[in-house]
């Protein structure tokens, strides 16, 4: 059993994801969106790539959520904040959602056996459920606007890390270096944070309270899964 890791979306060559069991992260903020829409009763989450495919989805049981550069779109119901998607708003709706990278690298990776979401939110819960298939993983971080981001690196080793915590497996050397980078950092988090472009930028636009929920560990249970289109909990 193999884990391997694509730094961001444009790495990604769909071929080399057949037959494997893949996880997407865009812990800032999509993958922490849908585990938490989900969590909070939302019955499936659709991503899609564009603003009018979403529009051309509404109805009266569907909301639109997602952002362009961070920033909520014009017409949408709520934007990529996670702490919009409360149980009271999102239970028992469909979600239509588009962001600029998470939602891109979903769909990129369709072609895999199973693709699951992951975040720091139910890393545990998603690393001990998937182990269980013993297939190889691909870890695919979404990156920001196609190229590394460090937020999604990290995500990763801490993704890894409950991995081997379950069973040891080979990790490429990309792999391994997230691992060693979150077990070096987890105690200080934030302060590792801090180097990385798109968190500087995310609080630039005042999105702080956004960045301490999406770095909580293991609060929430929900393993979601993509299958024929749409996301749904485990």
């Not at 694509?6 to 994801?17: K, Q």
């Not at 709520?78 to 239509?96: A, C, H, M, Q, W």
């Not at 934030?190 to 005042?206: D, K, T």
């Not at 309270?209 to 293991?218: A, G, L, N, R, T």
């Amino acid at each position: 059993m193999k884990i391997e890791l694509y730094p961001d979306v444009s790495s990604v060559n769909e071929e080399n994801l057949k037959d494997k069991i893949v996880v997407v992260i865009d812990v800032l903020r999509a993958t922490s969106v849908i585990t938490t829409a989900l969590y909070n009763g939302c019955l499936e989450v659709i991503p899609v790539l564009e603003i009018n495919e979403a529009l051309a989805l509404r109805n009266n049981n569907t909301i639109l959520g997602g952002e362009r550069r961070g920033l909520k779109i014009e017409g949408f119901d709520f934007s990529n904040s996670p702490l919009e998607y409360t149980k009271d708003k999102i239970e028992g709706k469909r979600l239509v959602f588009t962001t600029t990278n998470g939602t891109r690298a979903i769909i990129k990776s369709r072609y895999s056996d199973k693709i699951f979401i992951g975040s720091m939110l139910n890393a545990k819960f998603l690393a001990e459920y998937i182990v269980k298939f013993g297939k190889d993983i691909s870890i695919v971080c979404a990156g920001t606007n196609g190229i590394f981001s460090m937020d999604d690196f990290l995500c990763a080793g801490k993704i890894v890390y409950e991995i081997n915590k379950v069973k040891e497996v080979d990790m490429t050397d990309f792999s391994a270096l997230a691992y060693l980078t979150y077990i070096k950092n987890k105690d200080n988090i934030l302060e590792y944070l801090r180097y990385a472009s798109h968190y500087r930028y995310m609080l630039a636009i005042g999105l702080e309270q956004d960045i301490k929920y999406c770095f909580q560990e293991d609060i929430l249970d929900t393993i979601p899964i993509y299958k024929d289109g749409k996301i749904r909990r485990i």
